[in-house]
């Protein structure tokens, strides 16, 4: 089960850390990520770390400004996000499935979904 927090209203510009809490055993093996879905549009892929956080991947839009990092012995994967734009407000989920390239593919069919967290930055 995963358990997203830290959403909130920010103005362009600003910061917001968004952090994920997932309980079980077996959160450590899995490659974890974000995904958001803004008002009438589809969800999309933010972010994604694999297992042992060597390997990250992030949408074109989000590069340089988001960092995704985990921390397994807390069961936890956090989202930093700097210089939000107006066009970031969406609500932000995380995801976890087995496979890294699976996560970044948005094929979680296998994994999981944590409710939402809602992000709105005012211009």
């Keep these: 089960q995963l358990q997203a927090s830290g959403g909130g209203l920010v103005q362009a510009g600003g910061s917001l850390r968004l952090s994920c809490a997932a309980s079980g055993r077996t959160f450590s093996t899995l490659a974890t990520g974000w995904f958001r879905q803004a008002p009438g549009k589809e969800r999309a892929f933010v972010a994604a770390i694999n297992w042992n956080g060597l390997?990250?991947?992030?949408?074109?839009s989000v590069k340089g400004r988001f960092a995704i990092s985990r921390e397994n012995a807390k069961n936890t994967v956090s989202l930093q996000?700097?210089?939000?734009?107006?066009?970031?407000?969406?609500?932000?989920?995380?995801?976890?499935?087995?496979?890294?390239?699976?996560?970044?593919?948005?094929?979680?069919?296998?994994?999981?979904?944590?409710?939402?967290?809602?992000?709105?930055?005012?211009?």
């Design 55 to 60: 390997s990250t991947n992030y949408t074109d």
């Design 81 to 123: 996000m700097n210089s939000l734009k107006p066009e970031d407000t969406a609500v932000y989920y995380c995801a976890a499935v087995a496979r890294f390239d699976l996560l970044v593919a948005g094929r979680v069919d296998s994994g999981y979904w944590g409710h939402g967290t809602l992000v709105t930055v005012s211009s």
